[in-house]
């Protein structure tokens, strides 16, 4: 029997810095890593231990990956193990940000002897622990396995970065003695899980939730701002927004405040301002965590397409996470602040053109950007991120009615939102966004700046939009299959957009506590609470016809709105939908 241990191996080609494997004893192997790529300094170390003893030979000369290409720095190490047949050979493997050392007490304190099938059985219980939390009732075998797969790659990140000694790498770089029972996470993609990854946690999970909102704040206080994109504790620089914002005023609303509330409302805060001080990252790193473009929208009050990459997703970006602020301010009476953020929030309505109705591209003198096409894309170098503006245009979470007055009132509105997704599909442009996928007309379901659109029509009185359109993505985005999803899962958001959907209901805007229901998928969805109590949604004469709602009931009472709020989950609470095959008038 064999073993290739291949250290100079990675995703995407990244740059080798730095690579190093020792072979310790006849069973023992360890090594550190360190990769260059949109994480400049990601470090890895392993200790490994083998059951059985085994010799070696090392490969740390240069070859190409390619025939003619560069030469390229390798560490590979080829074990060999005298094996009689059918016989076994054990691996436990550790890991750590920290050292080797951090790797060898992992491993050896997590796994301290070879039971392989004791540990196989403790990672399924704990898995159907954390699937228990959701139980679904349904006779179609695919859709379970959908949803069960679902909530699996919900709870893949962000990940534990704590050493069972407390130590862990900050984003100051440097190594801190923390708490094994306040840990450290990594592996924060905020632009995409905002949105519904960590609104799920509120309702399922939300100690864990709190634990990564500490995370945050201790980044803030180690790197000097909040991460965009925590990619092992290095501040990327990656996608836009300041997302941590919302993550923490939801859950603050919500209830859930197990985290220095003070210094989570200074870090809100610094997270907005223009601020390049203090920042301990990259240098190639620093415009892009500290744009340019938080200075214009203070300054000036829009954020320039001339002078700004990506300048109306930014803005608009930046609109809700400032209402976000707002919010937060004045659930902590600093009015001033919430008065200056409040207004901040309203600057989206700096890019509405009212002739082509969408929200386009302002230069410095006030002036539209021309030529202008809404289905035209140059990835990452244009005035949207990952979109279009068809896709960008419907980004005003936080003011529906507003974005309604803009379009010209309800029946404008929703004549436009139809008009999404049944616009043709094709995009133009000599370098379009691969990230704009999963079209439904010129809904992109595959990306995460269209997961809340389907839900705008249930405030305009147009309910059954936005259950047949639910109802639309669950057959054509989501499949039980190694293709199933439309886009990246970034992270466990694409598949928690489903898990909430396919309950029956979607937060249409982190921060504001309530509730907005489509479709449900199952017959019966039951959260089981982390204190004991259930909330539970039944959907009546469900069937993949019956699409529609009838009617429905909140503990019995007749609810005539499609909303219903956080405070409704946790108290423990009994939704019934009643389902049909027709469109019902609200």
Request: with cysteine; proline share 5%; charged share 25%.
């Amino acid at each position: 029997a064999g073993f290739i241990l291949d250290l100079d191996y990675s995703l995407q080609r990244q740059t080798n810095k730095e690579m190093e494997i020792e072979v310790i004893s006849p069973t023992e192997i360890c090594g550190r890593k360190k990769t260059m790529y949109w994480a400049f300094d990601q470090y890895i170390n392993f200790y490994a231990k083998f059951s059985k003893p085994f010799t070696y030979t090392l490969v740390t000369d240069s070859m190409a990956l390619d025939d003619g290409g560069r030469l390229l720095p390798t560490c590979k190490a080829l074990l060999h193990f005298d094996t009689t047949k059918d016989e076994q050979v054990f691996v436990k493997v550790g890991i750590s940000a920290v050292d080797i050392e951090g790797a060898r007490k992992n491993v050896e304190t997590e796994i301290p002897d070879w039971d392989f099938d004791g540990v196989r059985k403790d990672a399924r219980k704990a898995w159907n622990e954390t699937l228990s939390k959701i139980d679904i009732t349904t006779n179609d075998k695919n859709d379970k396995t959908i949803f069960y797969t679902a909530l699996y790659h919900t709870a893949i990140s962000p990940n534990l970065f704590t050493d069972v000694d407390g130590r862990y790498l900050g984003m100051d770089q440097q190594v801190h003695q923390g708490d094994t029972l306040n840990p450290m996470y990594t592996i924060f993609s905020l632009w995409d899980t905002f949105r519904a990854l960590h609104p799920l946690m509120t309702i399922i999970d939300p100690d864990l939730n709190n634990a990564f909102i500490r995370s945050l704040i201790k980044k803030h206080q180690e790197g000097g701002i909040f991460p965009m994109w925590d990619m092992a504790s290095n501040y990327t620089g990656t996608m836009i927004g300041y997302h941590a914002v919302p993550v923490i005023v939801d859950a603050y609303m919500k209830g859930d405040r197990n985290f220095d509330i003070q210094e989570a409302y200074r870090a809100c805060v610094r997270a907005a301002e223009y601020d390049t001080t203090g920042i301990k990252c990259p240098d190639l790193v620093l415009p892009h965590l500290m744009p340019k473009a938080k200075y214009y929208k203070n300054s000036i009050g829009y954020v320039p397409c001339d002078r700004e990459n990506e300048s109306v997703a930014k803005a608009l970006e930046y609109a809700y996470d400032d209402w976000c602020i707002s919010v937060f301010a004045d659930a902590l009476n600093d009015y001033d602040t919430r008065d200056k953020y409040a207004r901040f929030a309203k600057a989206y309505e700096f890019y509405f053109d009212p002739e082509t109705r969408f929200m386009r591209g302002l230069d410095s003198k006030g002036e539209w950007r021309t030529p202008f096409n809404p289905r035209s894309s140059t990835h990452r170098n244009d005035d949207y991120c990952e979109g279009t503006a068809w896709q960008w245009t419907w980004f005003v979470p936080h003011d529906i009615e507003g974005l309604v007055k803009l379009m010209g009132g309800e029946d404008a509105f929703v004549g436009k939102l139809d008009s999404l997704f049944t616009a043709d599909s094709s995009l133009e442009g000599e370098t379009t966004s691969s990230d704009i996928s999963g079209l439904i007309g010129q809904y992109a379901h595959g990306n995460e700046p269209s997961h809340h659109v389907i839900h705008m029509y249930n405030y305009v009185n147009r309910p059954w939009r936005t259950q047949e359109l639910v109802d639309s993505v669950y057959r054509s985005q989501y499949a039980n299959a190694v293709d199933g999803l439309s886009g990246n899962e970034d992270c466990g958001q694409m598949s928690a957009w489903y898990v909430l959907n396919s309950m029956g209901f979607y937060q249409v805007c982190p921060g504001k506590p309530v509730y907005s229901i489509g479709r449900p998928a199952f017959d019966k969805a039951v959260v089981n609470l982390p204190d004991g109590k259930k909330f539970t949604v039944i959907a009546k004469n469900n069937s993949k016809k019956n699409k529609y709602i009838k009617s429905m009931t909140l503990n019995g009472k007749p609810l005539d709105k499609p909303f219903f709020t956080h405070d409704d989950i946790i108290a423990g609470s009994t939704l019934e939908i009643e389902m049909t095959d027709r469109r019902t008038q609200p």
